[in-house]
């Protein structure tokens, strides 16, 4: 038998919370703002695109506590057990003055109207932490999240450039806080089920992954929310009830990934962020798309199997993971069952996933050696954007210069991201020349019918899906054809 509370306990800057009554749906902003009377944190966009309401969360990673900057506008205070959240307010420096990502921003001229201002302290300071002296591309990325309509950007990046020239990490409060907070956190962690409410308002916080499956097996009508990056929008945009939900954000086997020379299996509650390193490792070729997908707060909320498992058909990673070959591993209490990813997706809205059934984690192959690889994402603005289409690419080519494989899928071309089996039939067997492309081209009608919808008209979206594959043909052979811009 499984212990269980009945209370959600958490630390906020410095103190201990418990809350017993809490709705599924509540945000962290709204509970800031309006509870609590923490009113730094601002709403701009209520969808975690803008960063105004960006707050650290700390959570355990095995002995530490690691702090992500969060967009707090989707994130749901039932996530937060066992965490720390500090919030703009609690950042002070040595002796009662600024912090120094404040007075750097003071200093450099980082602040106008000031409605974004904490939050792009609060990604600075999350910055600093990891890297005292973060470079121009650290700072880039570490500010894609956070959006200014003011300074240009260019005094904000000359005020963390300077960060280290007014202190180190070490002198921090929060640094200092660490070790007693990573007490009390693990305190607050005591293995035990958290239930809170019920019907449509009942909350399920899993004890472990095994409690998890047998409590979806036994409730399979209830919402699962890992990252919220996703329900979160239903919640703030559409008003949609999403109870009831059971949270898993917390478990730690579904933040794992195992690695084999074959190739790598990650669980279901890796985040993006999490993943990047072993994406920067064993599958460089998706380095590029994987720093272009949301910005760094969503990034360190949204997980790989939320992405999956919800089946839209403009997510970023199932192209180049069914180009690649993935697999998915789908649980339902004890039982579990593999499927190729591609099959997963059976129409828009509709997945291979059974009442009770969850993806517990997806296995990539490695791309072996010879092969090309690439994936492209278009989109409206080249950060922080869903895409209008992406397309992934993998071609072997043979000693005699003939197709002897081609994988090639798409999102945003169809109800479900699809390969494009047509176009794939087209090339194989065929020499890898420019001529043996533009003959495939007509193929792509075959395999997609797309939407014309606000980010794309379907007319696009074809000639945009032909041209891509030119494009991987080319970069094939060494032409200089990367484009500077991917902009729909």
């Known amino acids: ?73 989707i994130r749901f205070v039932a996530s937060l057990h066992g965490t720390h959240v500090v919030t703009i307010e609690h950042l002070r420096g040595e002796n009662g003055v600024l912090h120094p990502v404040q007075q750097a921003m003071v200093d450099h001229h980082g602040s106008q109207c000031g409605f974004c201002t904490p939050g792009f302290v609060m990604s600075l300071y999350g910055l600093w932490m990891r890297e005292p002296n973060p470079t121009r591309p650290a700072i880039e990325k570490a500010l894609q999240g956070n959006l200014c309509r003011c300074t240009g950007y260019a005094p904000i990046i000359r005020a963390a450039e300077s960060l280290s020239q007014y202190g180190q990490p070490q002198g921090d409060p929060l640094w200092a806080e660490r070790i007693a907070a990573r007490a009390r956190i693990q305190a607050l962690n005591d293995g035990k089920r958290v239930e809170l409410g019920a019907g449509e308002k009942k909350i399920f916080i899993p004890a472990s992954l095994d409690d998890f499956a047998d409590i979806y097996a036994a409730n399979p009508q209830a919402r699962i929310v890992a990252g919220s990056t996703d329900v979160g929008l239903w919640v703030t945009k559409f008003m949609r009830p999403i109870g009831p939900v059971i949270f898993i954000g917390h478990l730690q086997e579904l933040r794992r990934v195992v690695e084999t020379e074959a190739g790598v299996e990650i669980f279901a509650g890796v985040s993006y962020s999490e993943a990047f390193p072993l994406i920067e490792t064993r599958f460089p070729h998706l380095n590029e798309l994987w720093n272009r997908i949301a910005g760094e707060q969503v990034r360190n909320m949204g997980t790989i199997g939320g992405n999956i498992a919800n089946g839209s058909p403009i997510g970023d990673t199932p192209p180049p993971f069914i180009a690649l070959g993935a697999t998915l591993r789908l649980r339902r209490g004890s039982e579990r069952r593999d499927i ?112 014309s919808d606000m980010r794309a008209s379907a007319e696009y979206r074809l000639l945009t899906a032909q041209n891509l594959l030119k494009r991987f043909f080319l970069e094939t052979q060494g032409q200089s054809a990367r484009l500077t811009r991917e902009v729909a």
């Open 1 to 73: 038998m499984v212990d269980v509370a009945n209370a959600i306990r958490f630390l906020l800057n410095g103190e201990e919370v418990t809350l017993t009554d809490v709705a599924p749906d509540l945000t962290l902003l709204d509970w800031l703002r309006l509870e609590r009377r923490l009113r730094g944190s601002k709403e701009g966009c209520a969808e975690g695109d803008c960063g105004a309401c960006t707050v650290l969360v700390g959570r355990l990673a095995g002995e530490e506590i690691i702090y992500d900057s969060v967009t707090a506008c």
């Open 340 to 451: 190729a990813l591609e099959d997963y997706f059976l129409a828009y809205g509709k997945q291979d996933r059974q009442p009770g059934e969850f993806v517990e984690s997806i296995t990539l192959p490695v791309l072996p050696e010879g092969e090309h690889f690439a994936t492209y994402k278009i989109s409206k603005r080249r950060d922080e954007d869903i895409s209008a289409l992406c397309g992934a690419f993998r071609v072997a080519v043979g000693g005699d210069g003939m197709v002897s494989l081609a994988r090639i899928a798409y999102g945003g071309m169809a109800g479900t991201p699809k390969r494009a089996s047509a176009v794939e039939a087209a090339l194989l067997g065929k020499p890898w020349t420019l001529e043996s492309v533009e003959a495939a081209l007509p193929a792509f009608a075959i395999d997609y019918q797309p939407l």
